[in-house]
């Protein structure tokens, strides 16, 4: 008699779903995630794998464990949809050593954030050592393409701190869009060295070419 061993992969989605996420309007990148992560729970039900989700803000606050299933997968999203946090902050660190103690076999993990944390890189490469990771990185252009609207009071999402900012100033659009930029060079230099692969989505742009090449560019790579 031949075996032939089931090849069961298993998924777990971590959903940031921090303050700085709720930014954007009529999209914010917090809507934007949850689709995402919703399309990705659909497509592991569709190959009969498991699927789990992590949702946090300055703390875990939510938990589905992976299981197999079309139901479930509808749980993981109904779930994902509905949930409201409690946090306003940002632990992304915090919640990627919990998926590493939640984990104990290796699994695909798609982490969904604008990973504006502090200290992640090295949560995040232990992480990766152990379990396939695509980092999923979600940005809205308004955050650093300020439009020439005058005098605009800017709120932070997380701290609640607000600043009065002159947007028909050419210096400090500039300045904002340097500063935005080099945070985005950092955050990508440090995805490099923690080992994962990447898929950048933007609120203004539809999400469904990106998330496909990149999935299928992975896949090329993985059967070589």
């Known amino acids: 008699k031949t075996f032939m061993e089931e090849r069961e992969l298993t998924l777990l989605l971590i959903v940031d779903q921090s303050g700085s996420l709720h ?3 009529p999209y914010s990148k917090a809507g934007l995630a949850v689709e995402v992560a919703a399309v990705l729970a659909l497509a592991a039900a569709r190959h009969n794998d498991r699927v ?29 949809v509905a949930f409201a946090p409690r946090g306003r902050g940002t632990n992304l660190a915090g ?8 984990l104990r076999h290796r699994a ?17 490469g232990q ?3 152990r379990h396939e990771v695509v980092a999923i990185t979600i940005d809205d252009p308004r955050e650093y393409d300020l439009p020439d609207a005058g005098w605009v009071e800017l709120a932070d ?23 935005a930029e080099r945070m985005q060079q950092e955050r990508s230099r440090k995805l490099v060295q923690a080992g994962v692969d990447r898929v950048a989505l933007q609120t203004t742009v539809p999400y469904g070419v990106p998330l496909r090449r990149a999935f299928a560019e992975r896949a090329r790579r993985m059967s070589r």
């Open 108 to 124: 695909i993990v798609v982490v969904l954030s604008d990973f504006r944390a502090e200290a992640w890189e090295d949560p995040l």
């Open 157 to 179: 999402a997380e701290s609640g701190q607000r600043i009065l900012v002159d947007t028909s100033h050419g210096p400090t659009r500039t300045r904002i869009r340097v500063a």
């Open 95 to 102: 919640a990627l050593r919990y998926a590493t103690k939640l």
């Open 23 to 25: 930014f954007g309007q």
């Open 127 to 129: 992480l990766a050592a």
């Open 52 to 80: 789990g989700a992590l949702l946090f803000a300055d703390v875990p606050e939510y938990v589905v464990p992976p299981a197999k299933g079309r139901p479930h997968a509808l749980r993981v999203i109904r779930d994902l």
